[in-house]
């Protein structure tokens, strides 16, 4: 079994690897570790390496700057790459904040549908199509787990343009149930849930607590204000909505044109973004381990799906996760092919999403507004549409709440000239 990681020198190279060396049924196989960034993948490299030696494992390592060394007969494919610069400092990234901040325009993450996200996607996308022409010559039967941001429109891109299963993975259910779990006291162990919906916006339909609605107790929870100013964001969701959602707080405010306070007074600046590249705090809770984890050698385990699905895969023994995936029929009233994050149930027959059936009429009419940027993003990459990706722009929920036609066209122009060279796709 070969598992081909590219984008390794990202914090999810290593932790990745620790996953899977921590689960003894797939412990005896190749793990191949591909960046372009060779010193970070060295880095990433000799960490693996001393982790396999100290624990005296059957697996092999490779490392290589050139995917095409490594993705021959791979088994599985995780991407989690950044495309033109670091993910959420630097260039590109500040140009995808700050411009959109001469306008008045306020994200506090910027990768999921606003603006900055809109760009990251017409950024990213035409480097991981790239990546497919390569996996369809090199290991077509391959499973794709996606971890690269904007994750809907990324993932829906990457579906269309492979032959093999493909499945988006992020941490927003994992993190957000146990979250959920805290605000009620109730041990994380007695909770049991059903999310659906989209990336970073997926609905948390069921909350129960040894089998009973746990909802009513959520509600409590959020009336003490030590309580509700940890989430305020998504409390005022469940208020006026009736749901809890993922993502966080912060990422929430910026898929909705309800939190322009919030969103100000969380916005990133200029000092913000640069001290952002020292911080890893909040992503690795965020992923499920604690910060003094980070460097160990012990085999800890993140709640990462990523290691459990290729078990699953490979032993046939069932795993549950939270997947992205294209919408066949899975989410009634979201639009047929968008890309829905659902329950997924994958063994050796592999990823077989779980239908949900109609959302919330509320929390489905929220996700389509996401979705109809998503939607004009993957047409403006597929048809190389310069004119797509404007409108895909001007119908983010926030920018269209601050910007006029007029002002929109000005700021994408900006953004468009700013990107450059990264967008030499569109011709």
Request: overall charge negative; aromatic content about 8%.
């Amino acid at each position: 079994m070969k598992t081909v990681i590219i984008g390794a020198g990202s914090g999810f190279g290593r932790r990745l690897s620790v996953d899977i060396l921590s689960r003894e049924p797939i412990r005896e196989s190749t793990i191949a570790l591909c960046d372009i960034n060779r010193e970070r993948l060295e880095l990433v490299g000799k960490y693996v390496r001393k982790v396999i030696d100290h624990h005296r494992l059957p697996a092999a390592l490779v490392t290589s700057t050139d995917r095409r060394e490594v993705l021959r007969d791979a088994d599985f494919v995780v991407i989690a790459v950044s495309i033109g610069g670091p993910a959420y400092y630097g260039k590109p990234y500040e140009d995808e904040i700050m411009i959109p901040d001469k306008y008045g325009v306020e994200q506090t993450i910027g990768d999921t549908v606003t603006c900055g996200a809109v760009f990251r996607a017409l950024r990213t996308a035409p480097a991981l199509m790239e990546m497919c022409r390569d996996i369809r010559e090199l290991c077509p039967d391959c499973m794709i787990l996606n971890y690269t941001n904007p994750m809907a429109m990324l993932t829906w891109i990457l579906d269309l343009w492979t032959a093999g299963q493909v499945a988006g993975l992020c941490h927003g259910v994992q993190g957000t149930s146990k979250s959920m779990a805290e605000y009620i006291g109730a041990p994380y162990e007695e909770m049991t849930f059903k999310a659906a919906g989209i990336n970073h916006l997926a609905w948390f339909v069921e909350f129960k607590h040894n089998g009973e609605d746990a909802y009513p107790k959520l509600r409590a929870a959020m009336e003490d204000p030590e309580i509700y100013a940890k989430d305020d964001v998504r409390f005022d969701i469940l208020k006026h909505f009736g749901y809890f959602c993922t993502e966080s707080t912060v990422h929430c405010a910026e898929y909705m044109p309800y939190f322009r306070e919030v969103r100000h007074a969380r916005k990133r600046d200029e000092e913000g973004l640069k001290r952002k590249q020292n911080q890893r705090q909040s992503w690795l809770k965020d992923m499920g381990i604690k910060v003094e984890d980070a460097e160990s050698i012990d085999l800890v385990r993140t709640h990462e799906y990523a290691s459990g699905i290729i078990e699953a895969k490979v032993t046939g023994a069932p795993y549950v996760f939270n997947g992205n995936v294209l919408n066949n029929g899975l989410i009634t009233n979201l639009p047929d092919g968008c890309c829905v994050e659902v329950p997924c149930l994958v063994d050796r027959n592999g990823i077989q999403p779980c239908v949900i059936g109609d959302l919330p009429a509320q929390c489905a009419a929220l996700c389509r507004t996401n979705v109809n940027v998503q939607e004009l993003a993957v047409r403006a990459i597929l048809d190389r549409d310069r004119e797509a990706a404007y409108h895909a722009l001007m119908l983010d929920p926030v920018t269209s709440d601050v910007l006029s036609l007029e002002e929109g066209r000005k700021l994408f122009e900006e953004m468009w000239e700013a990107e450059g060279d990264l967008l030499g796709w569109y011709g």
